[in-house]
């Protein structure tokens, strides 16, 4: 089990800087987030787009400013459980939480903050009838373990690079690949679209554009059997496809997902905090930082998020030591001493007398 | 006001809404859906207005005439669900006084 102080839930902007702020209160950290990289939106969705709107970056790139933050917090040596997606949260006797993630990972804080965002992302699953029925029963939206697709018949739907990428891949392990895209434009990266057009010439890949998937059907087992493909949205040219597999891959979106089920107030999408305070939720232990978070006037900043997160260290703080005396101090005056042992500060004035 | 213009947008629950969209403000028609509620906070315009998701995507209902597609938004509308030929993302299509006038139906949400 993960034993920290403060449970950080999402790897965002302002999931990183609690570290910070929580490091100089000398709390330790540990970040869950269900993407495998650090940065959140950040990194998934824009890390090559500007932000003008980060105090003292006239402009910064997204993807930057992650790799700042993560600079920032190494000192303070945050744990990191990434690509698992918190699930559920249980209240302790003694007033401490224990969070297990889909893939079963504890975690047991003094307080939990919830810095989720716009949730956690999640593939997107394209509209198809009765398509839920056979979600581990041949349709899988994202390739887990490529070796489950060995000598099978695989169909793949989507545009980008990852219905690019894994067609590539699988050309060689699956005994068919069928890519199915709704234009004959691709997005991907441009060697792999010129890749999979070798393929397709080759006839390892059969390539079916403009065309959409329409129904799935399966067999007396519950089993994935067979795809409807309509090309040119015309009914006279739909092909049905035997297939033991179909991978839908249009990306990832976020959802609020599990945690809008552990009793937190919910108003429009977001958690109702505290915002005359420490942006804590109803539940006591429990703070909801950032984006995620919702209060009359909120708006969804990273700078504000910065702001929230260091009150609700503070907050925290108090909740974790109610006896310890303590007042805030400036990075300046007190420097920052890292778990590490490394320790920055201002370099201390020279007096000299001049001769 | 003197700058808005008339914009009628069906919510996804099939109610019109005849709203005055100002010209001036450096608004976009999902900011416009978004300032007049008439879809629930976090269910359009969840990507900020970088045509990274879908969640205002519209279906133009009238001829007005519009701002050409960019390749990310013709991008998106590729992956995303639900799009018609006339569909578009809302956030692509800045509020001018070209658009008095415009019919739009919200997509539904995915």
Redesign the interface.
């Known amino acids: 089990m993960v034993k920290t102080d403060i449970l950080i839930i999402g790897a965002g902007p302002t999931g990183l800087f609690t570290v910070f702020e929580a490091g100089l209160l000398k709390l330790k950290c540990h970040l869950i987030d269900a993407l495998p990289q650090p940065g959140g939106?950040c990194s998934e969705?824009?890390p090559k787009?500007p932000i003008y709107d980060i105090p003292g970056f006239p402009e910064v790139l997204a993807g930057d400013l992650v790799d700042n933050l993560m600079e920032q917090i190494k000192s303070f040596e945050p744990g990191f459980t990434l690509g698992e997606r918190a699930e559920t949260i249980d209240k302790q006797e003694d007033g401490s939480f224990i969070v297990t993630t889909n893939k079963g990972t504890q975690h047991h804080a003094k307080v939990v903050a919830i810095a989720g965002g716009?949730g956690s992302f999640e593939p997107?699953k394209?509209?198809i009838p009765n398509i839920a029925n056979f979600e581990d029963k041949g349709v899988a939206y994202m390739v887990k373990d490529p070796e489950v697709y060995r000598n099978k018949k695989v169909v793949i739907a989507?545009?980008?690079d990852s219905a690019l990428d894994w067609s590539i891949f699988l050309a060689d392990v699956a005994s068919e690949v069928t890519l199915v895209?709704?234009?004959n434009?691709f997005?991907g990266a441009l060697d792999s679209v010129d890749r999979v057009k070798e393929l397709k010439d080759l006839g390892k890949i059969n390539l079916i554009t403009p065309a959409e998937i329409s129904e799935v059907r399966g067999n007396d087992n519950g089993d994935l059997e067979a795809v409807l493909i309509r090309k040119n949205n015309e009914a006279s040219e739909e092909i049905l496809l035997e297939v033991d597999h179909f991978i839908p891959l249009?990306?990832l979106?976020?959802k609020?997902g599990p945690i809008a089920n552990w009793g937190l107030e919910i108003e429009?999408?977001?958690i109702k905090v505290d915002n005359t305070l420490d942006y804590q939720t109803n539940i006591p232990g429990v703070y909801a930082i950032g984006d995620v978070n919702t209060y009359p006037g909120k708006l969804?900043l990273i700078l504000c998020g910065f702001h929230e997160a260091t009150l609700m260290c503070q907050s925290a703080f108090q909740r974790i030591f109610p006896d310890k005396k303590y007042v805030m101090k400036y990075t300046t005056v007190g420097g920052v001493t890292g778990f590490d042992g490394t320790k920055k500060e201002a370099p201390k004035a020279v007096v000299k007398a001049i001769d | 006001m003197e700058e808005d213009v008339k914009i009628t947008i069906i919510d996804r629950e099939g109610v019109a809404h005849e709203v005055d969209a100002p010209t001036d403000m450096n608004m976009n028609l999902m900011e416009i859906v978004r300032s007049y509620e008439l879809a629930p906070e976090g269910t359009v315009g969840i990507c900020g207005g970088m045509a990274m998701c879908a969640s205002c995507q519209c279906y133009v209902l009238s001829d007005t005439p519009l701002t050409e597609m960019q390749d990310d938004e013709e991008a998106m509308l590729a992956e995303a669900f639900h799009v018609e030929d006339n569909s578009r993302l809302g956030c692509q299509i800045p509020i001018t006084k070209d658009l008095e006038g415009l019919k739009v139906q919200l997509a539904p949400e995915e």
């Open positions: 939106q969705l824009y787009k716009l997107r394209p509209p989507g545009g980008g895209h709704r234009r434009e997005r249009f990306g979106s976020p609020l429009k999408n977001a969804k």
